[in-house]
C-alpha cells in the first residue's frame, strides 16, 4: 500500500512538472492583502515580469483584489536574463499576412516557431489562449509571416511602449522623441489617418530615447551608484527606461547574479519633465526641410532665446522633422490646427497636373418633376421650389469651378446623379453605380441621404462633402460640413463683441426656441436686461422702452425665425434710434426671417444691424466675370457663388495631394468669392468648417465686418 502511494504521488509529481513545462504561464487571483512584491516573490519572479506579462497593469498600485494576472512561472535570475533576450524579439512591425496550421499530435511551440521562422513569443501574441493553455492536438493557429528584414531595419527595430497621457496629442508625443507626426504614423500604423485623436492610456510603439542605446554619445549618460535597497524595477521607474535596457547598458549586473548595492551603473541622463507637454501649455511647429533659425524666428514671430529655452535640444542644431514647442500665447498670430502650426500653402501655386481627381455630385435636381416641354411650369418651379433653386445654382457654379481648374491643366473625370430628394433613389444609385476610385462626392443635400451614402463611403475611404448641413445626427468620419455649425457663428460674434465691450447697455430679446442664444449671450453680458416676449411674436412696448439707456450706446440682440417679430423690432428700435439714444442691433443667430420682405432693409441699415454669416457678399471679382460670360450674362446667386467656392477649394486641394483627409491636415484657412473654409476633425464624427464672417448693414449695403469697425 505504501509503495502504491509512493508511485502514485511520482505519477502525480511527474504530470505536475511536466504540465508545468508544458506551460509557462499560469494565472493568479489577487488576494486581500497581496501586493505585487508578495505575488512576485511567491512566485519566484521580479515584479517587473508581472508587468510586462500584464500590459493593462501599469503600476504596483494597480494592483487590486480579484484582479487576475498572468504570471509567467521561467523567472530566475538566469531563467530572466533568457526572458529579455527573448522579449526583445518579439515583432516591431506587423505581419504581412497569416496562414492557418492544424496541431498535430507531439507538435510543440518550439518545434513550431523552427518551422515557420519565428518566435514562440510572436506566436503567443497571434495566438493568446497559449498564454493560459498548453499546445493541444487539433487546435488551430494563426501563423504570422513577416517581411525579410535588412540587418539595418533590424537594428532599427529598437522601440519602447509608450502610455498616451491625459491632453497630450500626437504633436506633443514626436515633440517628445524627436521624431516627426509621419514617423510616429509609420511605428503605428494602426492609428486613424483621417484623424488627429488619441485616446488616453493608448499604448503606442516609438524609438528608444537616446542613452537607451549603448552606442550613444558619453555626454548622454550619467553615472549612479546603486544604494541599498534598490531594485531594477524602481530603478527604471525613475530614469524612465525599462529594467531590460539598465541591463543591456550595464551587463555586469547579469554576471554578478543581479543588482547589488555599490554597483556605479552607466544610465542615460534623466529626461526634463518640468511642465506638462500639452496642449494646455504649449502649440508645436513641424521643421521643413531647407528651413533656418532666422527664416524660422521671423516666421513664427519669436525671439532665437525664446526658442531655444522651450526646445534645448536645438543647440544640436536644427534638423527637418523636428517638432518644437512653442508658447500657447502665440496662438492667436499663428494658424493653428490641433495644436500643429500650419504653414500657409498658397494652393494655387501647389497644384500637381499628375493628380486627376474623380469628382461625384449627387444633388436633388427632381428632373421626374419637370417638364421641360412646359416652359411656363418650368420657369414656376424654378422660382417657388428651393431645393431645385439651390440645386441648380450650386451646379452652375460648379461648372465655372470645373471650367477653372481646366485651364489650369487639372483633368476630373466627373459623374453627375439626381438624388430626386429621394433616400430610396440614392440607395438606388448607390447599388448600380461603384464609387471605388472616386477621390470625393460633392452632396446630397438632404440630412438622411447624406448619412446613407457617407457610411457606403466610408468603407471605401472616400470623403463626402455636405454643401448645405452644418451636423448630423449619426457620427461620419469622412464628412466635411462646410457650412459652419451655428456655435460656431455665435461664438464669432459674441467673442468679437465681447473684445470690443466698453459700457454699452445691452438687452436681450428672444423668443423661447432661442433658449441657447439666449444663455450664451447672457454668459458674455452677464448685467444684460432681458426683455419680456409676448407669445413667441411681440414685446411689451413701454416696459421694453425704459432698458434704453439715454447715456450709453444700446446694443440689442434679436433671437427669433419670426419674420413678424424681426419687422416688428426693427420698427420700434429704428424709431428710438436717435443721437441721444444711440440704437444698434445685432444677432448671432442670422436666418431667413431677417432677409423677408416684411422687414425694412432701411431700418436695418440705420441699426447698422451686424450678424455672423458663413458667407459674404460678392462683388466684382473672377468668378462673377467668367460666370456672367458662361451663362449669357446672368450675375451668380449666392447658390451659385457656394457651388463654385465648395467645388473649387476641393478640386484645389485634390490637385495639390490627391487624397482629401491629407490635405485638411496641411492645410488651414482657404478663401474664395463668397465663402471661406478652415476644416478641424473632431474625433469619429468628421469635419466641420469654422470659417466664419460678420457682416453688417451700412448706408443700405452689406459689408464685411473689419477688426476696427465697430
Known sequence: MKKQFLIF???????????ISAQNYTTHAVKEGETLQSISQQYRVTPYTILQSNKEIKTASDIKPNTILIIPLNGSVVQQKTEIQEAEKVEKVEPMGFTRHRVRKRETLFGLAQRYDITEDQLKKHNSQLYAEPLKKGMILQIPIYPELTEEEERALDFETYTVQPKETR???ANKYNITVDSLLGLNPELDKTSDYLAIGQELQLPRPKGDSLEQEIDLFTSFTVPAKQTLYSLGVEYGIPSDSIIRLNPEIMEQGGLKEGMVLRLPKKRDTSGEVNTDNFIFYEVKPKQNLFRLTQNLNLSREELFALNPELENGLKAG????????????????NALIIDKINLLDSIS???????????????DRINLNDRKKTESQLKTRRDLKLSLGFYSGAMVALDSIRKMGISVDVATYDTQLSQAKVKEILFRENLLGVNAVIGPVASSALDEVAVQAATKGIPVISPTAADSQLSHCNVFYSK?????????????????????NVVIIADSTHHVAHDSILSKF????????????????????????????????????????????????????????????????????????????THLSNLRFAYPSFYREVGSDAFTRAYRAKYRGLAPDRYAVRGFDVTFDVLLK??????????????GLTEYTGNSFNYYNEYASGFYNRAAYLMEYDSLQIKEIQLDDL
Open 9 to 19: 504521488g511520482f505519477v502525480v509529481f511527474f504530470l505536475a512538472t511536466a504540465s
Open 171 to 173: 504633436w506633443s508625443i
Open 654 to 667: 485634390l490637385a495639390h495631394k490627391n487624397n482629401l483627409f491629407e490635405t485638411s491636415k496641411i492645410v
Open 322 to 337: 523636428m517638432v518644437l514647442k512653442l508658447p500657447k500665447t502665440k496662438e492667436s498670430d499663428l494658424e493653428v490646427k
Open 484 to 504: 459652419p455649425k451655428d456655435g460656431i457663428l455665435r461664438k464669432k460674434m459674441l467673442d468679437y463683441l465681447a473684445k470690443i465691450h466698453t459700457d454699452q
Open 353 to 367: 497636373i499628375t493628380n486627376k481627381p474623380k469628382l461625384v455630385f449627387m444633388l436633388p435636381f427632381r428632373l
Open 526 to 601: 452677464p448685467a444684460a436686461q432681458i426683455a419680456k416676449v409676448i407669445d413667441n411674436k411681440s414685446l411689451h412696448l413701454d416696459e421694453f422702452l425704459i432698458m434704453l439707456s439715454e447715456e450709453k450706446e444700446n446694443w440689442v440682440f434679436l433671437e427669433t425665425d419670426q419674420a413678424n417679430m424681426v419687422s416688428s423690432v426693427s420698427s420700434i428700435l429704428n424709431s428710438a434710434n436717435t443721437e441721444e439714444i444711440p440704437v444698434r442691433m445685432f444677432t448671432t443667430n442670422y436666418n431667413t426671417a431677417f432677409e423677408h420682405d416684411a422687414v425694412s432693409s
